[in-house]
């Protein structure tokens, strides 16, 4: 399978743990996005980057998150002392940049239940 | 501040029946407009770019086009395998990517 993986697909954990994502992006994608979904809304941006550089965060990502992209390929992003608002759908996507708008392809996502 | 805007939040269809979704945006300086296709518990599937006014792509019994204000998704024919939520987005200006999502529409469609 050349798609997205995101791992693990499902996570439990209680309030004030710390928790840890990872996405493999397309191979040939030097793109990568994280996004947030809550049930009945639509993706939410949370940050983005190109290779290994991160070039934009969005307002929802507070300081008890944050993402890294070693050696431009796969990502992790860390969720620190979670909270009961942070249970959500963590969804990641890549794309290939090109001369025109690019379009991003998703992971399955990892659900996260905060207890 | 980007804002996409889909109807109706739900629809449901008998086999057969045609219908359209609605995505109307307010963006400065549009960049293009995606369509996503999500099922329930599973990461949005792309389906099309739009780039410009008046341009229409097809796939199967989906159509997408688009105006300078909005965008619809018409469904022909629709099966019960094209029940699920259908996700529009667009994309800032400024040359980063980020992509603002409306809250999609959910079809469902009965045999």
């Known amino acids: 399978d050349t798609g997205v993986s995101q791992d693990p697909r499902h996570k439990i954990t209680k309030r004030g743990q710390n928790v840890t994502f990872r996405c493999d992006p397309i191979s040939e994608h030097n793109r990568l996005y994280w996004y947030r979904q809550t049930l009945g809304q639509g993706p939410e941006f949370l940050t983005y980057f190109q290779n290994e550089a991160q070039l934009e965060k969005s307002r929802l990502l507070s300081d008890r998150f944050s993402a890294e992209r070693p050696k431009g390929s796969f990502s992790t992003l860390e969720i620190q002392r979670t909270e009961q608002g942070d249970s959500a759908m963590y969804l990641c996507?890549?794309?290939?940049?090109?001369?025109?708008?690019?379009?991003?392809?998703f992971g399955p996502g990892t659900r996260l239940t905060v207890l | 501040e980007d804002q996409v805007t889909q109807s109706p939040e739900a629809l449901r269809l008998q086999e057969g029946e045609s219908s359209s979704l609605n995505c109307s945006y307010t963006?400065?300086?549009?960049?293009?407009l995606f369509w996503y296709r999500q099922d329930p518990g599973k990461g949005p599937e792309f389906l099309f770019t739009?780039?410009?006014a008046g341009e229409e792509k097809e796939k199967e019994r989906l159509k997408a086009t688009l105006t300078k204000k909005e965008s619809f998704l018409h469904i022909t024919a629709p099966k019960p395998e094209d029940s699920a939520t259908y996700l529009c987005a667009v994309p800032s200006p400024g040359g980063y990517q980020k992509v603002t999502f409306g809250t999609g529409t959910k079809l469902q469609v009965i045999p």
């Open positions: 963006v400065s300086g549009l960049r293009g």
């Open positions: 739009l780039y410009s």
């Open positions: 996507a890549s794309s290939l940049h090109r001369a025109s708008y690019n379009e991003q392809f």
